[in-house]
């Protein structure tokens, strides 16, 4: 089924709409630099993720930890894009059956999360629910394909976002 994960097998009343998908998430803090390298090979990690402090967006200060099962949503905005803010206003607006209250943007854990639940079929989306500085410029998480590699990588705020690079959302209920 789409959007479910490898051995969850929801009842009819789970089905989950296209680009949903139902993953655990424990909040364990993010791997070190060096467990990242390991897992995504030496140059395919972000000097973002050197532990350095991530600010939560707004919309994700308060949110819920406890570990469990979340639905996360790949939004495709569809085409190039530079204003980080309007998609995420357009992802807390949003209510359907999975997400009564809405989105919020994944934050730099939960993407990570997502990434593991799903190793090999997705790519090309970042979690804009916190950033960490680097000089003057905000970086969100994001995990990417080049060829056949993986790269937890970052973007930076405030450039241009390219058709095809999805948000990855996290409905705020459950």
Known sequence: MEGAVQGDEPSNNDALPADHYRVHIAYAPLPSMDELKKKFGKNHVSFIFDGRPWKLHPSCVGMDRTPGKKIFYLHDVGRDWGDDERPIAW????????????????????????????????????????????????????????????????????????????????????
């Open 91 to 174: 992802g807390l607006e949003q209510r359907n059956q999975v997400a009564p209250n809405g989105y919020r943007p994944a934050t730099p854990e939960e993407t990570h999360e997502f990434n593991e639940a799903h190793p090999d079929e997705l790519a090309d989306y970042v979690g804009l629910g916190a950033f960490a500085m680097h000089g003057y410029r905000r970086y969100a998480a994001g995990v990417w394909r080049v060829g056949d590699r993986r790269i937890f990588g970052s973007r930076g705020f405030g450039r241009r976002w390219g058709r095809g690079t999805r948000i990855l959302f996290v409905s705020k209920t459950g």
